[in-house]
């Protein structure tokens, strides 16, 4: 995807030369992000990409990707004030658009939405369906038409205790059998002041990547803990930085096409105010989008914010 830009970047994500990270030295971590917090402040003469005028880099090669995660919110009315908005909605063509509504309203949802706007499911059983009171079965999902699932949330893993192993059980059982997975990541506030950033990060993705049998139906979405539901979003620069070392990683331990392939989206306190410079930095290919997802008109905001990569010069 030719992408635009009115700067010369000289932060060159996959293209630039990275330092060798140590995943488990937390120390080294950190000096990896403060070099790359140094990266940002060079001059772009010091890069390793030549600069191309007014060209926004997008370091990854999948389409744009937005993501409503509508959590446990809504009745039978406000969603289907919220479907007829989205149905209403104007949408740039070229962006994947995902919703996530809650389970008893995800047979409907999918019946009433535009074929435009796929659904996801917010969670799913580790194995075929039976005697698992309460679960919900992938079996069941791909039944009612549902083409994603959300999995490693942070709520699942903070307020329902889901570990790295049983999440990993959940994504590679979805994905053998044909589900797109959102695979969420993300540190603690207290980890990201401890400069664990990137080993919680890393191990999450390893969970994921010992298991999955391909990254070909997976999205990665870096969702700071301490950046969801609280107002408080990660700068651009922040999330960039965490990508761009996803990307790293994915490059070092799975492939570099897995590392170009794969969509990495920011989730944490996303809106319509904030998205489009989030979405300029090149290596956040969309959105994870809890509470502003809940309005139709911003959230086509957000989706529409793929146009802020593409800035003419
Ligand atoms: P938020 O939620 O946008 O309300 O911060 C994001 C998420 O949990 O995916």
């Not at 205790?161 to 997975?181: H, P, R, T, W």
């Not at 950033?197 to 191990?203: G, I, K, P």
């Amino acid at each position: 995807m030719a992408m635009i830009s009115t700067y010369c970047p000289h932060f060159t994500g996959l293209r630039r030369s990275s330092p060798n990270l140590h995943h488990n030295n937390s120390q080294q971590s950190q000096s990896f992000l403060q070099h790359i917090d140094s990266q940002l402040r060079l001059p772009s003469s010091s890069s390793g990409r030549p600069c191309r005028g007014a060209v926004t880099a997008m370091a990854g090669s999948g389409k744009f990707f937005v993501g409503g995660n509508w959590k446990c919110n809504g009745t039978k009315d406000s969603i289907m004030k919220l479907v007829s908005d989205l149905n209403s909605a104007k949408l740039e063509t070229d962006v994947d658009v995902v919703v996530a509504p809650p389970f008893v309203y995800l047979d409907k949802v999918k019946a009433s939405l535009t074929d435009r706007i796929e659904v996801s499911a917010q969670n799913s059983w580790i194995g075929k369906g039976g005697a698992f009171t309460g679960e919900i079965s992938v079996e069941q999902l791909k039944d009612i038409g549902c083409k994603w699932v959300i999995l490693g949330h942070s709520e699942r893993r903070h307020i329902i205790g889901e570990d790295d192993q049983f999440i990993g059980k959940k994504a590679a059982y979805a994905l053998n059998e044909g589900l797109g997975v959102i695979a969420c990541i993300g540190e603690l506030l207290e980890e990201r002041e401890a400069g664990k950033t990137f080993d919680v990060c890393f191990q999450q993705l390893k969970a994921f990547s010992d298991v999955v049998p391909s990254w070909e139906n997976i999205v990665i979405a870096y969702e700071p803990v301490w950046a969801i539901g609280t107002g408080k979003v990660a700068t651009p620069q922040q999330a960039q930085e965490v990508h761009v070392a996803v990307r790293d990683w994915l490059k070092k331990n799975v492939s570099e096409e897995v590392a170009s392939k794969t969509r990495i989206i920011y989730g944490g306190s996303v809106n319509g105010s904030n998205c489009a410079e989030l979405a300029k930095k090149e290596d956040i290919d969309g959105f994870l989008v809890g509470g502003a997802s809940l309005k139709g008109p911003e959230f086509a905001t957000i989706v529409n914010s793929v146009t802020s990569k593409k800035v003419a010069a």
